[in-house]
């Protein structure tokens, strides 16, 4: 990630104790991440419903993409909470799966889905079920590689947490988009292609505290912090919008003026 982003990553990690508390709310449902691959020679993964409407943000720093759905935009004022899906995994188009552990897709699809319900929660709480009133949040991680072989020195004590191989997301992209959690229709959307580099891997079967995953953490903390405020830049009122929701607001308990 460039260090010019407008963003610090010591702002952006996530406390220990605040993430182990995410991460069970994350992991109430344990779920397996679906693994895909990507497309040969594509520059996405088909994970999204359209990706003809994006267009480059000049309010995110970095290869960043988004979408805000015209009609949609004003009524994302009306949603009051968001389902935040399982994390999808696509594999780069040519890695040998078998080289890549279950557990590390695992790993990175995990932390990344706690990431994204700590940076959206205080906005619109996480919930479970579908409704008039809330979103559903939907992502997938493009582009996992294989990694080096994890040295001895570098694997966890915790035998079921060690690994072989570690997973390279250097050149990870993420896809995301927001949908009406009852009609589906695409609300938002946005892919982040910001590079990350090399030493961007995942070499542990749970990477919270794993030293050797830090680029990992600080990558997946960052993605969802840029998630984050793409959303609360959607959200905001201008125009006309500002004019209209002033004249309509009413303290709580007061009554509309008679005519």
């Known amino acids: 990630m460039s260090n010019n982003n407008k963003f610090s990553l010591n702002a952006l990690l996530i406390p220990s104790a605040a993430l182990l508390i995410v991460l069970t709310v994350a992991c109430t449902k344990p779920a397996t991440p679906r693994v895909k691959r990507m497309p040969a020679n594509q520059e996405y993964s088909g994970f999204l419903k359209d990706y003809s409407k994006l267009v480059p943000n000049s309010d995110l720093d970095g290869a960043v993409k988004t979408y805000v759905n015209t009609d949609a935009q004003k009524n994302l004022h009306k949603y009051v909470a968001v389902i935040v899906d399982p994390v999808e995994v696509y594999l780069a ?27 959206v929660s205080d906005a619109f ?26 040295a001895a020195a570098d694997r966890p004590l915790d ?74 830049r959607a959200h905001e009122l201008k125009g006309d919008d500002v004019r209209r929701a002033d004249e309509s607001y009413r303290p709580y308990g007061s ?5």
């Open 125 to 150: 709480p996480a919930v479970d079920e579908p409704g008039p009133l809330v979103l559903r949040l939907r992502t997938a991680i493009i582009g996992v590689d294989v990694g080096g072989t994890v």
């Open 255 to 259: 009554q509309p003026e008679m005519k």
């Open 159 to 232: 035998a079921d947490e060690a690994v072989d191989t570690a997973a390279n997301i250097g050149k990870v992209a993420v896809e995301a988009e927001l949908v009406d959690s009852v009609t589906g229709e695409v609300v938002a959307a946005a892919v982040d292609r910001e590079p990350l580099g090399n030493g961007a891997e995942i070499a542990a079967g749970n990477i919270t505290r794993h030293e050797k995953s830090l680029a990992a953490r600080q990558a997946f903390d960052e993605w969802a912090s840029r998630l984050r405020t793409f959303l609360d």
């Open 93 to 119: 188009s040519n890695t040998d799966e078998a080289k890549l552990p279950e557990k590390t897709r695992a790993a990175a699809a995990n932390y990344f889905r706690a990431a994204l319900i700590h940076a």
